[in-house]
């Protein structure tokens, strides 16, 4: 059964759709608001649901709060995600589908499913903190003092 589109439901999907990465409802509830809609907390909650189950949407859960994004409609397909600015990227993963049903079979299972998502740096990220950490180094160096005299 396909849900009646609202104009509230339609707010969600293209505010969702123009997030970068996942978004709590709470996040896409605030950066409605501040564009003007008068869509309530509840509406929001109700449509990311909606879309969710519809495959408009992934979810996932992080330190206890769910998170949402939009998706590749009617796709089966996992995630790399960014575990500092939040990057995701859609990814296949054709080992994971036939682990998965290997290991099912072989314990009796079948129609399994399955969720995998990825967490580490994009590159960009990556690049950054590594220059951060390099920066960092440099600072202490110089605070020690050159080689031989004792620190200021």
């Known amino acids: 059964m396909t849900k009646r589109v609202t104009w509230q439901r339609e707010a969600v999907r ?13 996040g896409l509830h605030s950066s ?7 869509i309530g907390l509840a509406t929001v909650y109700r449509a990311l649901a909606d879309l969710e189950v519809e495959g408009e949407a992934d979810s996932l859960q992080q330190e206890g709060e769910s998170l949402y994004r939009a998706c590749t409609p009617n796709s089966h397909h996992h995630h ?17 589908e036939s682990w998965a049903a290997t290991v099912a079979a072989q314990h009796g299972f079948t129609q399994p499913s399955h969720i995998v998502d990825v967490f580490g740096l994009c590159a ?12 960092g180094l440099r600072r202490d160096a110089s605070a020690d003092g050159p080689p031989g005299r004792p620190a200021a």
């Open 14 to 26: 293209d505010a969702l759709t123009t997030s970068e990465g996942f978004v709590s409802a709470q």
């Open 32 to 38: 409605l608001r501040e564009s003007g809609s008068p």
């Open 80 to 96: 790399l995600i960014c575990r500092n600015c939040g990057l995701t990227v859609e990814i296949e993963a054709d080992a994971v």
């Open 124 to 135: 960009a990220c990556t690049l950054e903190l590594g220059a951060k950490a390099i920066s």
